[in-house]
T-cell receptor, first 115, second 109 residues
Framework: EAQVTQNPRYLITVTGKKLTVTCSQNMNHEYMSWYRQDPGLGLRQIYY???????DKGDVPEGYKVSRKEKRNFPLILESPSPNQTSLYFC??????????????FGQGTRLTVV | DAKTTQPPSMDCAEGRAANLPCNHSTISGNEYVYWYRQIHSQGPQYIIHGLKNNETNEMASLIITEDRKSSTLILPHATLRDTAVYYC??????????FGTGTRLQVTL
């Protein structure tokens, strides 16, 4: 089954404790992206990757890092989480670079709470 | 990418067709119209997309006006499981999907 898998689904952590949210896709997609969703602000892109070893900032990259060492994985790293990073996070992938003419697949989400 | 305008909420009786409108009067020639939905807090789910012609798949139909300034997503026989927020999105060469506030569709018995 084609899918994007995020882990963990839920996470409560303390301020400053480094964490990684993993994202993996089994569709051999070139393009992957991270979004965060906050009430009243919709989904906003954090980082994206057009292919292995190619990453770029989205709209809200501050406080986040990513890496793309293999095609299937695109982890989101919070080096020093802060309460304003409490949010619902989604990973997405698509066959082509960008989303034109092809559908995007989203993971089930990671609900992160930073206290 | 051009912006879209959708009504904030709509109701539909189960078994009836749900017609969700979207205005995109500033759409440019290379921009596709995409529809996604988000059920509760799950990941957004792709529904359908089109450029000029009307499209149909197993989930829905997409009707795009001839001038491409508006479109309608049609769920032919809405069920309770179709209750969700529906997003109309335009995308050309941009590297992201820009989600607006969408239309909250409530399907009722």
């Amino acid at each position: 089954e084609a899918q994007v898998t995020q882990n963990p689904r839920y996470l409560i952590t303390v301020t400053g404790k480094k964490l990684t949210v993993t994202c993996s896709q089994n569709m051999n997609h070139e393009y992957m992206s991270w979004y965060r969703q906050d009430p009243g602000l919709g989904l906003r892109q954090i980082y994206y990757s057009m292919n292995v070893e190619v990453t770029d900032k989205g709209d809200v990259p501050e406080g986040y890092k990513v890496s793309r060492k293999e095609k299937r994985n695109f982890p989101l790293i919070l080096e020093s989480p802060s309460p304003n990073q409490t949010s619902l996070y989604f990973c997405a992938s698509s066959r082509r670079t960008g989303f034109t003419g092809t559908e995007a697949f989203f993971g089930q989400g990671t609900r992160l709470t930073v206290v | 990418d051009a912006k879209t305008t959708q009504p904030p909420s709509m109701d539909c009786a189960e078994g009836r067709a749900a017609n969700l409108p979207c205005n995109h009067s500033t759409i440019s020639g290379n921009e596709y119209v995409y529809w996604y939905r988000q059920i509760h807090s799950q990941g957004p789910q792709y529904i359908i997309h089109g450029l000029k012609n009307n499209e149909t798949n197993e989930m829905a139909s997409l009707i795009i006006t001839e001038d491409r300034k508006s479109s309608t997503l049609i769920l032919p026989h809405a069920t309770l499981r179709d209750t969700a927020v529906y997003y109309c999105i335009l995308t050309g060469t941009a590297s992201k999907l820009t989600f607006g506030t969408g239309t909250r569709l409530q399907v009722t018995l």
